[in-house]
Each structure stands twice: as C-alpha cells, then as structure tokens.
C-alpha cells in the first residue's frame, strides 16, 4: 500500500490480481517501474508551466475538439483553477495542433513529444494489463495523472467513503478510473471521487493524460455480461457522455447513472 492505503503498482511485476483488487475496491493505484525517466517529467512540467505562464489571447487558440477539451480559464466559479487541453496524445497530428496553436518553440515541441509517446505507451501497457485481469484483451479508459511532487492537495475517495489525502511521490504517475471504466466493466472497476483541496497560497502543476475510445461505443464486453452480472449500462460514446456531464453539472457517477439500464 502507498499513502493513504493508496496501492502501489509495479508495471514491471505483472501484477494481475493486484491491479484488479486495486480498480475494484479503489478505482486509483500509484504506478512505478513505469519507464518515463524523472528527466522528462521534469521537462513536461517546466514546459506546462510555460504555456500557461503566455498571454491569454495565445491560450485561448487552444480550442476545443469536443465540449471542454481546450483551455479553461479562471472563472468566478474556480478561480484558482486553468488549464490547457492535448485531447489526443496518441495522435501526432493532435500533438502538432496543440503546439501550433500555442506557439510552441521547437524545444517545447520536442519535450511535448517525447512525453505524448511515453505517457501513450504507458497507457495502453496498463490498459492491456487491466484487460487482462479479467480474461480480456482490450481495454481503453483511465486517466493518467503526473500530480506535482511539491504540492499536495489531491484527495480520493476510500473504500469506506472517506476522503483521504494522496500525498506527492516523485517519480511515480497516479492512475485513476472513471465512469467510463465503471461501465465497461460492467460495473467491476470502481470510479474514483476525488477532490482538490488549496491547503497554501503557492502554484500547483500537474499533467492529466487520458487515454480514451475516440468515436467508439462505450459497452461492456460479452465475456463480461452473464445472468449473474447483466449489463448495468446502455452503449454511449464517451463525446456523448461529456456532453451530458456538462449538460447536467452532476459529478462524476451521478451522470452514469442516468445511462443505467433498468431492471
């Protein structure tokens, strides 16, 4: 266990039963042994905190692909929070969008890339090893979080409902499930509440990567689905989804289960 009783996966160990138990009763692991050296984490966030630190009217060609992807500003609402959006890291020709529309130097570039290829890479090795934790083969739904390894904040629901606090650890990722690993589990994986808690006046970084279905149907696999465990959610794309997300302002497992089948 990490902190907060937080589990510790080793991508390196094939961990199998481990990482199911971990998705099933946490919905969130810290992951290490996951090869993208301290270097190139370093330089991501130096360059993240770059483009952040441009003119609001350069930010703002950061456009969205689908609802909420591009840059969010400071609001009434959340106004200690903004951000950039990469929509898809496994695409080249997304990457090369972003960092036209920013302006981004050819170091900036390099670094964006580097770290696209790497963090894609590491997406789809959990992605396959959580598939095959339960007899699958493919699996394409989790968010991949380089949380800053100064400042905390970051809070996650544990199994007993009681929010706890995910201190930093350098060097590792923070892997958390969603809604829409809930549903194409058919209801196995648990999606992780989580919060963000501003305990001092001083600038957190930190780089979110998802790793999504593109245009594809969210749907629980057949191997999943038997009389003991029916389907639970009717098929959705996950553009859908977010745009009923922000449609509804519910929080994350509220939204899904308007997309529960009724029994």
Not at 138 to 165: C, H, K, R, W
């Amino acid at each position: 266990m990490g902190e907060s009783g937080v589990p510790t996966i080793d991508l390196q160990e094939f961990p199998g039963q481990k990482l199911r138990r971990a998705c099933e009763e946490w919905g969130c692991f810290r992951l290490v042994n996951h090869n993208i050296s301290l270097t190139l984490m370093a330089d991501m966030k130096r360059v993240v905190r770059s483009l952040l630190d441009l003119p609001f009217d350069v930010k703002k060609r950061n456009l969205d692909v689908i609802a909420g992807s591009g840059y969010m500003a400071p609001s009434q609402a959340n106004p200690l929070y903004e951000a950039l959006g990469l929509y898809d890291m496994g695409s080249s020709q997304a990457v090369e969008t972003f960092c036209s529309q920013l302006d981004a130097s050819p170091y900036q570039r390099e670094v964006i890339e580097m770290y696209a290829k790497a963090i894609h890479g590491v997406a789809k090795d959990v992605a396959r090893k959580l598939a095959e934790s339960l007899g699958l083969s493919d699996s394409g739904f989790l968010t991949i979080l380089q949380d800053d390894e100064n400042v905390g904040g970051l809070e996650v629901m544990n199994p007993s409902g009681v929010y706890v606090a995910v201190d930093p650890v350098p060097g590792t990722l923070l892997i958390n499930l969603g809604d829409i690993a809930t549903a194409w589990s058919n209801g196995r994986f648990r999606n992780v509440q989580h919060r963000v808690q501003c305990k001092e006046a001083t600038i957190r970084i930190s780089i979110a990567s998802f790793l999504l279905a593109g245009g594809e149907e969210v749907e629980a696999p057949p191997e999943l689905v038997d009389s003991e465990h029916p389907r639970l959610y009717i098929p959705f794309t996950y553009e859908d989804y977010r745009k009923l997300r922000l449609a509804t302002k519910l929080q994350a497992g509220e939204a899904l289960e308007l997309k529960r089948i009724e029994s």
